[in-house]
């Protein structure tokens, strides 16, 4: 897999010049086309042999560019000054100290990146710099990733490159390539990534999706973004593009107000059951503003809608944007707000009432319907629960009327680690049961046997007040609560500190998900504290659901704020009201 550069006399003119590569008849296009037809033949992906014929000409001329980077010494004297600690006082020493732990721990000699070079290096620079380097991967692929990581200069990595040309009779691997490619598209230097592109394109029938989305970058915010949408073509024959690949594309029709084509790839995007890049959704309403008409209109509001389906939330800067756009719309007069939900569940701003945290009685039946059929019954992530011992409990569920609040005992009881168990768990049951709530506690079959941290007489003022059921020690408390809890109705309550995130995950669709979540939202009751001797205090439950929502009039937008760190499990706390003015 390599390329091969042809005879050149200057570098840079090499990467730069246009009309070295286009010009008809000694074009290095040309060159290319025809020492390689034999090549062009294999179309394997990733597969193009290195049988590149030597081209005397192109050493000759790599060898005169070696030349002239010599001639070039004094003028260059400080042409590796990032480096010349190699070559100071001191550095020698510097550098047997580093060789001697390369012996032990077989690491490269060059391990502090300050030793990277900062400028363009001659030929000799870089012989040396590779005698120096005592890795076991080729020095070349190692320091290319190295500058690739770090993001060298654009000119730093090209007179890498010419270095192995030089020593490799013109032949420049695709890795390299590629790594060059990386630094070109990150330093956005838009005329180098086009050169490459035309190398690549000449050289290579298809190229690897890293490659693909280097150029895909790149162009997009050239005047050649068209030959992006193409590179997505292709990249469609041997893969599904990724979500960044759309946004570049989408990002690039849109700043060219080239808007069906930017509507016809969102599309596309989610066609592949991707989830948009917030940014993506952000540039379309970030155009909008400029854009009067109905259609693009109609679409925005279905990307909110896209946000409320699928539970996302935008962050601060696309916030503005929404606001921005709405407020932009002529004669329909919305105003925005930033502002919070009042614990009634009413917009500070408006004193509109957010929708409820509870599931609709149709919810509610898709809900228990999916977690009982796939998750209890059927799910073979719950092995731990032997089939007998859950068919059990439902007819033991089943014998009893629906409860109030379902609790993980064990959970619970180990909340407190200074308190003894027993003692935490009595206290919790004998609480809720003052407030004539039917309880059930379901344990552990160890927790019945006496011991420092369960004592069996509150263990029986336990059993005394509540239902219990206590499984086999090695059981899986998950599918006991959920079953328990769902099956007594949607009115009933679970306690745990278990926030069954890996629960979730082997929900089987975003759907079912999305209503675990609210669902978990509205039904769990989280101890948030509790003091010797006083009462405990569960977590406040929000009596409203964070997700996007409108009323034709008003749209409520939850967000997320950029110096917040939200975890999964957490909705955001910030809101942008917008209404109408009246
Ligand atoms: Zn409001």
Known sequence: MTFCLPGVGSLPKLWTSKSVWLGPGHSYLCLFLTDFCGVRNNQRWFSLKTTCLQNTKSINLLIAKARHFRKDEGRNKNVSSGFSDLFSAGAAKKRSQMNCQNKVHDLPSIKNTSQL???????????????????KVSFESWISSQMAH?????????SLLAWVAAKNNGLVGYDLLVKYLYLCVFHKQTSEVIDIYEIMKARYKNLEPGAYTLLIRGLSHSDRWREALLLLEDMKKVTIP???NYHDCIQGALLRQDVDIAWNLYQELLGHNLIPMLETLKAFFDLGKDIKDDYYSNKLQDILLYLRNNQLYPGESFAHSIK???????????KGEFTTIRKSGQCSSC???????ELSPEEYEFLTGKIMRDVIDGGDQYKKTTPWELRTFEKFVKSCPPFDIVIDGLNVAKMFPKARESQVLL??????????????????????????RWRKDEMEM???????????????????????????????????????????????????????????????LAIRNKFPGSKMIFQHILSYNTVVQTTGDSWHIPYDEDRVERYSYEVPTKWLCLHRKT
Not at 150 to 158: E, G, P, Q
Not at 351 to 357: A, P, R
Not at 501 to 510: E, T
């Open 351 to 357: 004193g509109k009432t957010i929708e409820s945290i």
């Open 427 to 452: 206290e919790l049951v004998s609480q809720l049961a003052k407030q004539n709530l039917r309880l059930l506690v379901l344990g552990r079959k160890h927790m019945l046997k006496k011991s420092s």
């Open 462 to 524: 336990v059993q005394k007040q509540a239902s219990c059921f206590f499984a086999d020690d090695i059981s899986k408390d998950d599918p006991f609560l959920l079953y328990a809890t769902l099956h007594s109705g949607n009115h009933c309550k679970f306690v745990t500190k278990d926030l069954m995130r890996d629960h979730k995950a082997c929900l089987p669709d975003a759907k079912t998900q999305r209503l675990f979540f609210k669902w978990q939202q509205g039904h769990q």
């Open 242 to 244: 990724s979500r960044k």
């Open 150 to 158: 770090h993001h060298s200069s654009v000119d730093v990595a090209k």
């Open 324 to 334: 921005t756009w709405f407020e932009s719309v002529p004669g329909q007069q919305w």
């Open 117 to 135: 070079p900062t400028e363009p290096l001659r030929l000799e620079d870089w012989d040396k710099l590779k005698e120096d380097f005592k890795g």
